[in-house]
């Protein structure tokens, strides 16, 4: 089983993009994914998860600009961040739950399955 970010770059103060992650090896169409960013010298935090049926959970400081959502016959999500700011920049994980929920965690240990993150850096 396998989680593959991609789409991480260099972009500038208040552009856009799109990150993505496949799941590779199992479909995840019954468990709850999520992104969750690693900023240099701080810990890793949530940003946002999504169950199969399309329910969502943001963290509290994104200020709406983050959006996430998937494409589960694709094995597909994806976070969509507008406005970017300097400090967006960080790794980028997508994780998914080990057994099939319909819950929303926000903690790292409910997750079981882990990408190797994607590099987001935003230049001013």
């Known amino acids: 089983v396998e989680l593959v970010e991609s789409g991480g770059r260099l972009v500038q103060v208040g552009e856009s993009l799109r990150l993505s992650c496949v799941s590779i090896?199992?479909?995840?169409?019954?468990?709850?994914m999520a992104w969750f960013r690693q900023r240099r010298g701080k810990e890793r935090e949530f940003l946002a998860a999504c169950t199969s049926a399309g329910g969502t959970r943001y963290a509290d400081s994104l200020e709406g600009r983050f959006a996430v959502s998937r494409d589960v016959p694709k094995n597909t999500m994806y976070l969509q961040v507008d406005r970017s700011t300097p400090d967006d920049t960080a790794v980028y994980y997508c994780a998914a739950t080990g057994t099939p929920t319909a819950r929303t965690p926000l903690r790292e240990s409910d997750y079981a399955y882990w990408g190797q993150g994607t590099q987001v850096t935003v230049s001013s």
């Open positions: 090896g199992h479909t995840f169409d019954s468990h709850t």
